[in-house]
């Protein structure tokens, strides 16, 4: 069970936004020292986006100002200099063990 | 470009069938495992259902065992959902994604998913 948190959240433009995913288990397989979780951008009427993998490896076209880190069950999706674009939904994810869970998501949006 | 198209979606209802079909372009299809992601309306992301490169492994979701049959055609690059016994529940609009690596180069069966269909909507209703 992903569980994120919180439920959603205002940011100014031009500040960082925080969105946190904890796991109930360990996502960390030991045999690559990877971490299985992944984050999704979904803005309004689109499909998710994949924005990072392996815990903190931007997909590629990515912009730098997303990252992700974390280890184990505890991880973090930072946004730096919020830009209008960003508004939408955040999903985690783990694809360490079948079947795969997101979390419910995460609503960002421009205070 | 990589592509995934969604169709076969519709009203129908309750009880009743619908076949969903996602095309596949601009990547080996036969060598990802490929799966199903519904979104009921306003709701988070769902794993239905998932298929690896050969058919040889498939999963589902508890919610649609036994009514939801996956299936793939590698020489057509496409992949497949027969739904039966179809309830107000599974209305959702349904993703086709794909795994962000090939099968060879996988520790585990999931993946982070790379490549979505724009989704195709299916709506049970009386």
């Known amino acids: 069970v992903m569980t994120q948190s919180p439920d959603s959240l205002a940011v100014s433009l031009g500040e960082r936004a925080t969105i946190n995913c904890k796991s109930s288990q360990s996502v960390l397989y030991r045999s690559n020292n990877k971490n299985h979780v992944a984050w999704y951008q979904q803005r309004p009427g689109q499909p998710p986006k994949l924005l990072i993998y392996?815990?903190?490896t931007r997909d590629s076209g990515v912009p730098d100002r997303f990252s992700g880190s974390g280890s184990g069950t505890d991880f973090t999706l930072t946004i730096n200099s919020l830009q209008p674009e960003d508004v939408a939904d955040y999903y985690c994810q783990q694809y360490y063990t079948t079947p795969c869970s997101f979390g419910k998501g995460n609503k960002l949006e421009i205070k | 470009q990589v592509q995934l198209v969604e169709s076969g979606g519709g009203l129908v209802k309750p009880g009743g069938s619908l076949r969903l079909s996602c095309a596949a372009s601009?990547?080996?299809?036969?060598?990802?495992?490929m799966r199903w992601i519904r979104q009921a309306p306003g709701k988070g992301l769902e794993w239905v259902s998932d298929?690896?490169?050969?058919?040889?492994?498939?999963n589902y979701a508890d919610s649609v065992k036994g009514r939801f049959t996956i299936s793939r055609d590698n020489a057509k690059n496409s992949l497949y959902l027969q739904m039966n016994s179809l309830r107000v529940e599974d209305t959702a609009l349904y993703f086709c994604v794909k795994d962000k690596n090939p099968y060879f180069q996988k520790l585990v069966i999931g993946d982070a998913f790379d490549i979505w269909g724009q989704g195709t909507a299916v709506i049970v209703s009386s």
């Open positions: 601009g990547f080996t299809f036969s060598d990802y495992y």
């Open positions: 298929i690896s490169a050969s058919s040889t492994n498939i």
């Open positions: 392996w815990a903190s």
